[in-house]
């Protein structure tokens, strides 16, 4: 397997003929970039909450994020959450 940046499974490494690789990261993208501008929309440092747009092994769209972007927009939905419940 491959480590460090950029592969996180040894299938990332493949290109399969055939497959719309394309299409596959160009819907990555606009998921990832609708999350980025959200975020940076409530001043989070796009340093921290990063969307990265990947296409898989077998052409599904993928989108990469550090776990520490991550778990912050976790605490974000956990706060709207708790707004929601409280009233």
């Known amino acids: 397997m491959a480590e ?9 490494a493949l290109f399969v003929r055939g497959v719309d690789y394309v299409s596959a990261w160009r819907d990555a993208d606009e998921a990832a970039q609708r999350l980025n501008d959200a975020v940076a929309g409530l001043g989070v440092d796009s340093r921290v909450v990063r969307a990265v747009p990947h296409a898989g092994a077998h052409g599904e769209p993928v989108v990469w994020m550090p776990p520490e972007g991550v778990r ?13 419940e409280a009233g």
Do not use: E, V
């Open 72 to 84: 912050l927009i976790a605490d974000l939905l956990d706060t709207a959450r708790k707004l929601r």
């Open 4 to 12: 460090g940046k950029g592969f996180g499974n040894p299938d990332d």
